[in-house]
């Protein structure tokens, strides 16, 4: 499978939108969502008395209101309103086989007849191990409950075998919620990140004490060369490097050709071990994830999402010289859940009956369908816009130059995405809420009838934008 580069329409410019009107826009489309969803408001005040915010986690806290969520089915979802809609959220990218496909029901249905939980080694636990050592090229497994607790073992266990302190991220990028990554994930020029030749290490959140971000270090992506001022600036005395092989949570942005594979070179010549995120692209960028697409091996992968089927789950995998600290117990990799067994039988079925060669040859074609409509209707009104993908995944990135880090990112303006958001959810259709920063993903269970609602509302959602531009005419 080969992962779609940036495709950017011919002869896009910047169109002078008339800011009053697209708040109107979008004052309109918001009133039409709230009006749908009565049950939610209702459920939302109820919720606020019990959950903090009203919710179950803060990236569920949504402009107007949160959606409560009622059932799933294939590619559909229900709010608690009735409101069916083609689902492209995909929980934030793990719903790659959609919903209660027939092949996860069936093993767990079936592991819930023997049990749930031993906190001991299974069968399904072998067979997935070796599944994603032959998907992924990494011989040795551990497996978490999250993509959190993935990334948190592999900043340790890379401090463990160099006996270092520092590690350096990517700024922009999410590698979960612990305290060693939680600097400079969406930071905003007020937070002082620094000129983008040298961004500055920047608490994500309140919580995260001064003395763990030091010991975080910010590069930028694409930029071999803030990495490389961070190694000569601290010899001997960085760890290693954990980034998503294709950067997400800004849109979709990909590594530009070479950058990879120098920079897994450039670390290793500085004693220093790499570390891909494929938390949101592993099965969803491909059958070996952008790992295998790329053809770039690093030290240690991180999983999670779209491997569990729907269900909690999560893994490690590295080099037998790395993994051999764990085993010895140099390093100890734990965890209660680690390896459940009703997760373990969940995986087991979507590795080797939902995401299959013949699935991808399918996700594929959709892809390519989308983007071909995306970018028609884009040429077609002159948007300030272009279609990003990466396998299943995919977004629209208002801008007419391709973004290749954060801070091109930055000066996308979101108004756009929230507006695309607010009408495909009024047509029907499910994206991700949270603006710019998310892709869409197409599950397994998509039909071509799911793609022609999402395609025809952007084609509703372009035209009414290029209404705003001098002499349009907007649609009723």
């Not at 001991?120 to 072998?126: F, G, I, K, N, R």
């Not at 849109?251 to 220093?272: K, M, N, Q, T």
Request: charged residues 20%; proline residues 5%.
């Amino acid at each position: 499978m080969v992962l779609d580069r940036t495709t950017s329409p011919g002869g896009a410019t910047s169109p002078g939108i008339d800011d009053s009107a697209l708040d109107h826009l979008i004052g309109e489309q918001e009133q039409i969502f709230l009006d749908r969803q009565p049950r939610s408001r209702q459920l939302h005040a109820r919720a606020a008395k019990v959950l903090a915010g009203g919710v179950t986690s803060s990236w569920q806290i949504t402009r107007p209101q949160p959606v409560f969520i009622e059932r799933g089915a294939g590619s559909k979802i229900y709010d608690v309103d009735g409101n069916e809609y083609v689902d492209l959220h995909g929980g934030y990218g793990a719903g790659l086989a959609g919903h209660a496909h027939p092949a996860i029901v069936e093993a767990v249905a079936r592991q819930v007849r023997r049990g749930t939980h031993f906190a001991q080694p299974s069968e399904d636990a072998v067979v997935v191990a070796e599944l994603l050592a032959e998907r992924f090229g990494m011989p040795k497994w551990r497996l978490t409950n999250s993509g959190t607790e993935a990334t948190m073992d592999a900043v340790h266990l890379m401090r463990a075998v160099t006996g270092r302190d520092l590690i350096i991220k990517v700024e922009g990028c999410y590698h979960g919620h612990h305290d060693a990554v939680q600097v400079s994930v969406m930071p905003d020029e007020d937070d002082g990140i620094g000129p983008a030749s040298r961004p500055a290490s920047v608490p994500a959140s309140s919580g995260i004490p001064r003395a763990m971000t030091d010991l975080t270090l910010v590069a930028t992506f694409n930029d071999l060369g803030s990495v490389s001022r961070i190694l000569e600036e601290h010899p001997d005395g960085v760890a290693g490097m954990i980034l998503e092989p294709i950067m997400m949570n800004a849109g979709i942005i990909h590594p530009v050709d070479g950058y990879l594979a120098e920079l897994v070179s450039l670390l290793h010549r500085h004693g220093a071990l790499v570390c891909f995120d494929e938390v949101k692209t592993g099965l969803a960028a491909g059958y070996g994830g952008a790992t295998a697409a790329t053809g770039v091996r690093p030290d240690i992968v991180c999983l999670a999402k779209a491997i569990g089927g729907g269900l909690i789950a999560g893994a490690v995998g590295a080099t037998e010289e790395l993994m051999a600290h764990v085993a010895d117990g140099d390093y100890e990799m734990v965890g209660t859940f680690n390896g459940n067994a009703l997760s373990m039988a969940a995986a087991r079925a979507m590795l080797e009956e939902v995401a299959t060669p013949a699935a991808y040859e399918r996700l594929d074609r959709q892809r390519e369908v989308i983007g071909e409509r995306l970018g028609s209707s884009i040429s077609r009104h002159g948007l300030p816009a272009h279609v990003v993908s990466a396998g299943a995944k995919g977004c629209v990135t208002f801008s007419t130059s391709p973004v290749r880090n954060y801070r091109d990112f930055l000066a996308v303006d979101d108004r756009f995405n929230h507006l695309h958001w607010l009408v495909q959810h009024n047509g029907g259709v499910f994206l991700p809420p949270w603006g710019k920063t998310e892709q869409w993903l197409v599950s397994v269970q998509h039909d071509d009838a799911d793609i022609d609602r999402f395609t025809d509302n952007f084609e509703r959602f372009a035209a009414t934008v290029s209404s705003l531009l001098p002499g349009g005419n907007k649609l009723d």
